[in-house]
T-cell receptor
């Protein structure tokens, strides 16, 4: 069974204090790893797709990286508007099903 | 470009009742998936619809059923509601199953069962 574990569960940062969120996974045949941002009362919003170890993607203050066992979401000089829950999901397997498995998310609060 | 829309936004029901939630996918998407998200948890996969058929199903009882219409919109039905069914129900659309592509979510329906 595919497993996705995110850590920490919650993270409080001061504005400008850089940090990283972790997503570790145990799957058979990774096809793609996705990062989403979810604001309270809203649906998740897609951020990045990573397909293979060594790949990196960047968007504004966010940078996602991927190894064979985990992914990191690095947040550089965060601002209060970066406060949200960040979800990681993996698509894996064979046979064309590819239903994503989600982690529980990391709740990030950035204080001004 | 219209994204995924869901209705209603909030719903309060009593145990034992039945509920129907609706979803219109993002333009250009033909696949709809439904997820249940309890407070503090990640989304849990309920089922996926493509070409008006249920293609994949998660670990949810038969009380949960769905439908997809020719215009790709979808409904989620839950019968005999339990208190534990209280959650945010998310609809997500995507490209044809089998492709590695991100999900596009609506803002969900918050269901409260009393």
């Amino acid at each position: 069974e595919d497993q996705v574990t995110q850590s920490p569960e919650a993270l409080r940062l001061q504005e400008g204090e850089s940090s990283s969120l972790n997503c570790s996974y145990t799957v058979s045949g990774l096809r793609g790893l996705f990062w989403y941002r979810q604001d309270p009362g809203k649906g998740p919003e897609f951020l990045f797709t990573l397909y293979s170890a060594g790949e990196e993607k960047e968007k504004e203050r966010l940078k996602a990286t991927l190894t064979k066992k985990e992914s990191f979401l690095h947040i550089t000089a965060p601002k209060p508007e970066d406060s949200a829950t960040y979800l990681c999901a993996v698509q894996a397997g064979s046979g064309g099903s590819y239903i994503p498995t989600f982690g529980r998310g990391t709740s990030l609060i950035v204080h001004p | 470009d219209a994204g995924v829309t869901q209705s209603p936004t909030h719903l309060i029901k009593t145990r034992g009742q039945q509920v129907t939630l609706r979803c219109s996918p993002k333009s250009g998407h033909d696949t709809v998936s439904w997820y249940q998200q309890a407070l503090g948890q990640g989304p849990q996969f309920i089922f996926q619809y493509y070409e008006e058929e249920e293609r994949q199903r998660g670990n949810f009882p038969d009380r949960f059923s769905g439908h997809q219409f020719p215009n790709y919109s979808s409904e989620l039905n839950v019968n005999a509601l339990l208190l534990g069914d209280s959650a945010l129900y998310l609809c997500a659309s995507s490209l044809t199953p089998g492709q590695i592509s991100p999900l596009h979510f609506g803002n969900g329906t918050r269901l409260t069962v009393t």
